[in-house]
């Protein structure tokens, strides 16, 4: 049963905000939800992490409902370098990826 | 700070041959874990050390094997090569035993011919 699902793909312009929503219905009491990027053939990025509620860094913003059951990943303003590959995690004791969100921005 | 560096970045093998890939972790991580990244099957966990203990393990045969030194330094094998074999081979590391926040490395580009 797969820890989590997301949109296998999305399409945005440059300047948009993108919301990439990630599904989490089994996470644990402990599970924090994390979120990298990865650009083809390199390793994926740390991008951010949070809880519950909602975070916010110098690249994205996560937003948590109170049940924990999903999460939001929001990019501002996106440009053709943020086009990558997504990836929701909840596992804290190990790494676990699923296919991750595909991100193509376009100009 | 350096970051995790993986080397070789690229190599070709023959079938049947072996081959050892070395991951250096983040200065002061303890725990490494290995992946394997194809277009098919995407990020798949191989192994994950910590403290020179393999502690989790993923669903892979024994041809593929790691280990990680007292300095933390970690080097996975594969012998009696595939052309399935060819992906890049990722490896992250991390201060201690959790995986809040992964460091991964550029990885190696493997190609059996």
């Known amino acids: 049963l797969a820890k989590t699902t997301q949109p296998i793909s999305m399409d945005s312009y440059e300047g948009q905000e993108v919301n990439i929503t990630c599904s989490h219905n089994n996470i644990a009491t402990n599970d924090y939800i994390t979120w990298y990027q990865q650009f083809p053939s390199q390793g994926p990025r740390f991008i951010i992490q949070g809880y519950k509620t909602k975070v916010t860094n110098e690249v994205a913003s996560l937003f948590i409902p109170a049940d924990r059951k999903s999460s939001t990943l929001s990019l501002p303003r996106v440009s053709l370098s943020d086009t990558a590959v997504y990836y929701c995690l909840v596992e804290e004791d190990k790494l676990v990826f699923g296919a991750g969100t595909i991100l193509r921005v376009k100009s | 700070k350096a970051g995790v560096t993986q080397t070789p970045r690229y190599l070709i093998k023959t079938r049947g041959q072996q081959v050892t890939l070395s991951c250096s972790p983040i200065s002061g991580h303890r725990s490494v874990s290995w992946y394997q990244q194809t277009p098919g099957q995407g990020l798949q966990f191989l192994f994950e050390?910590?403290?020179?203990?393999?502690?989790n393990k993923g669903n892979f045969p024994g041809r593929f094997s790691g280990r990680q030194f007292s300095n933390s330094r970690s080097e996975m094998n594969v012998s009696t090569l595939e052309l399935g074999d060819s992906a890049l081979y990722l490896c992250a590391s991390s201060p201690g035993t959790g995986w809040t926040e992964a460091f991964f490395g550029q990885g190696t580009r493997l190609t059996v011919v």
């Open positions: 050390y910590f403290s020179e203990t393999q502690r």
